[in-house]
């Protein structure tokens, strides 16, 4: 397996990239909040394809717009990576 390292710079330049990070980081933290609320209230963990279908349904609201700077493939990323590690644990 191999890993790169990447020092992105706060410039001009990123500001969408960073912005995009940012939001894919507002999107983890949403999963594992709802995979905590979901596992107290019935004991069991999130579906990924219901997690998915959730965050589709979050980026039509006003108040969620943001959501819509991400591509729907990084979006399914993240779901794919919260589903894989809340699976292991």
């Known amino acids: 397996m ?3 390292c990447f020092k992105l710079y706060r410039a001009k330049r990123n500001k969408k990239l960073n912005r995009q990070i940012d939001v894919a980081g507002l999107i ?3 999963c594992l909040a709802l995979h905590r609320r979901y ?3 019935f004991g ?3 579906e990924k394809s219901k ?3 959730h965050l589709t349904k979050l980026k039509r609201l006003k108040k ?3 959501l819509r700077e991400i591509n729907s493939q990084a979006v399914q990323d ?3 990576r919260i589903d894989r590690a809340v ?3």
């Open 28 to 30: 983890r933290n949403h």
């Open 2 to 4: 191999k890993t790169f």
């Open 39 to 41: 596992y107290k209230i």
């Open 51 to 53: 997690l998915q279908k």
């Open 87 to 89: 699976v292991f644990q």
């Open 78 to 80: 993240v779901t794919d």
């Open 44 to 46: 069991k963990y999130l």
């Open 64 to 66: 969620f717009s943001y």
